[in-house]
């Protein structure tokens, strides 16, 4: 199959006529885009041949791995038997139906926090566009209309539509879309590694970061706050992942305030930490969970909400119409390749494997990393990691951002074979929940090698001594 495809003849029309998401469209048209053909397991392959270990998912979501013929299957079935048929005017479809029922039975049963009803979307931003929309009406439903403000945090990422761009907080994105809109405001992440003070441990942090929460409600005014946004470990943001002390007081104080709490999933659900939700592991109680990316392992676009009954309630019994949806919510083939595809992880005991098997393997050889000079620290959880290159090991000094180290690192894993995002100076691995322990050797081996690449690329140029 590689060998059919021609390389420049698909960059060419590439180039001329695709506008790619998060790029620099000049830059990317002046050197082409790698062509990738084909994928198996935890591998892909480009238009060369050339075979790359797939560190990243694809985008966080292939989470059973490539090839899975029974996805195809359940696609093509679902096609032929109905290919789509809308949910707007009363009616549904069979796999949306199942699908609602099965994923409210995989959330946790916990009173008014019980999970019992779904909203469908395409997408994770979709998904947030529609929790805006759900949390205002709730408020309003209730007879606050006041409470609009929705409290996200700096470097969080809940999507690219203007909602879902304005709950995150990059600063890149706000920039260029006159974000966020209104009603919607930031606090600091829980990032130990950057703004913990001198001497503070890590618990004692988690506590403190989780206060800049009630710090803003108060400044907001606690009667004007509707909700509180992030993620139970920020993905796109660097994998910062949370003291232990930091959620169980996150919920201390959206409980003191009454404040609903939207625990954003799109990437920790489905096994990614070794639950199938991820507050699970954090022990939180959200009211609504945004979900997508791993729920058909990216086979397919779907995504959605997670509605707790506290909110569902309100919107059943006193809602009347409610006023949003889309074309696709609840689309027969997505929902029938979602069904599919939890048949896999429960088959395969995947999220059992990320907690017990290979989450705790990959902790252990990920943390071998952190004796690397170039690495200030590694983290792990479940299935994702991170580290943070730096300049100079002993006293954690940062690299100048403008010399992109990452950047430097991120080709250099290109080059030899790995998929590893690189986040400024952070980078990021969520492999695919089918690892054996070989390939994570295989995965380990290979970040070895590209970090003492990079290791003398930077002493090289002078970057370091
Ligand atoms: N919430 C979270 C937590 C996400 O990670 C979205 C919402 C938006 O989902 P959609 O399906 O609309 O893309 C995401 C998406 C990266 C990267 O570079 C991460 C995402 C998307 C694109 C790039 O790490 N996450």
Same mark, same amino acid.
């Given at each position: ?5 021609? %390389? ?28 990738? %053909? ?14 790359? !270990?797939?560190?990243?998912s694809?985008?966080w979501?292939?989470n ?10 359940? *696609? ?24 609602? =029922? ?12 019980? @999970?019992?009803?779904? @909203? ?64 919607? %405001? ?23 970061? *989780? ?16 909700? @509180?946004? *992030?993620?139970?470990v920020?993905g *796109? ?7 232990? %002390? ?19 999933e799109?990437i920790c659900a489905f096994g990614r930490l070794g639950h199938?939700?991820a ?14 990316k791993a ?16 909110? =569902? ?38 999220v059992?494997?990320v ?26 959880c479940g299935f994702v ?28 894993? @290109? ?6 995002? =690189? ?7 969520a492999?695919?929940l ?18 003492? !690449? ?12």
């Amino acid at each position: 199959m590689n060998s059919t495809v021609d %390389t420049k003849r698909i960059q060419a029309l590439d180039s001329a006529h695709f506008l790619h998401p998060f790029t620099d469209f000049k830059d990317l048209n002046s050197r082409g885009a790698r062509v990738i %053909t084909k994928a198996q397991d935890v591998y892909v392959w480009d238009s060369e041949g050339k075979k790359i !270990l797939d560190g990243m998912s694809g985008l966080w979501c292939v989470n059973v791995g490539y090839g899975r013929k029974e996805l195809a299957d359940a *696609a093509h079935r679902q096609m032929l038997e109905l290919p789509y048929y809308n949910s707007f005017f009363q009616t549904t479809n069979v796999p949306a139906a199942q699908l609602a =029922a099965r994923l409210a039975s995989l959330a946790p049963k916990v009173g008014d926090r019980s @999970f019992d009803h779904v @909203f469908y979307s395409s997408s994770g931003s979709e998904s947030n566009d529609s929790n805006v929309r759900m949390v205002r009406r709730y408020w309003d439903l209730l007879g606050q209309p006041q409470r609009k403000v929705i409290i996200g945090r700096v470097n969080g990422y809940h999507g690219s539509t203007m909602a879902g761009a304005s709950l995150g907080g990059m600063g890149g994105m706000h920039a260029q879309g006159d974000l966020p809109i209104p009603n919607i %405001t930031h606090i600091e992440q829980p990032y130990y590694f950057e703004k913990r003070l001198p001497g503070e441990s890590e618990s004692d942090f988690g506590v403190r970061a *989780a206060g800049w929460l009630e710090a803003k409600i108060l400044e907001m005014g606690a009667d004007k706050v509707a909700a @509180f946004i *992030a993620e139970p470990v920020q993905g *796109a943001g660097g994998v910062i992942i949370p003291p232990d %002390t930091y959620w169980p007081e996150i919920q201390r104080i959206v409980d003191k305030y009454g404040i609903l709490l939207i625990s954003d999933e799109v990437i920790c659900a489905f096994g990614r930490l070794g639950h199938w939700f991820a507050y699970e592991k954090f022990g939180y109680k959200p009211d609504l969970i945004t979900f997508a990316k791993a729920v058909t392992s990216g086979y397919i676009p779907l995504g959605g909400v997670m509605v707790g009954n506290r909110v =569902a309630k309100v919107l059943i019994e006193q809602g009347g119409e409610f006023n949003h949806g889309y074309t696709y919510s609840g689309h027969p083939v997505a929902c029938a390749v979602a069904m599919a595809n939890l048949d896999i992880m429960e088959r395969e005991n995947l999220v059992g494997r990320v907690r017990d098997d290979i989450g705790p393997y990959l902790a252990r050889r990920f943390e071998e990393i952190a004796a690397h000079p170039l690495v200030g620290s590694t983290q792990t959880c479940g299935f994702v990691a991170g580290l943070v290159l730096v300049k100079d090991k002993a006293s954690g000094e940062r690299f100048d951002p403008d010399l992109a180290v990452g950047m430097m690192c991120r080709a250099h894993c @290109f080059g030899n074979g790995l998929i590893m995002r =690189a986040v400024g100076d952070r980078m990021i691995i969520a492999p695919p929940l089918t690892m054996t322990h070989a390939q994570i050797d295989e995965l380990i081996g290979l970040i070895q090698k590209c970090l003492d !690449l990079t290791l003398a690329e930077t002493i090289a140029k002078g970057l370091r001594v």
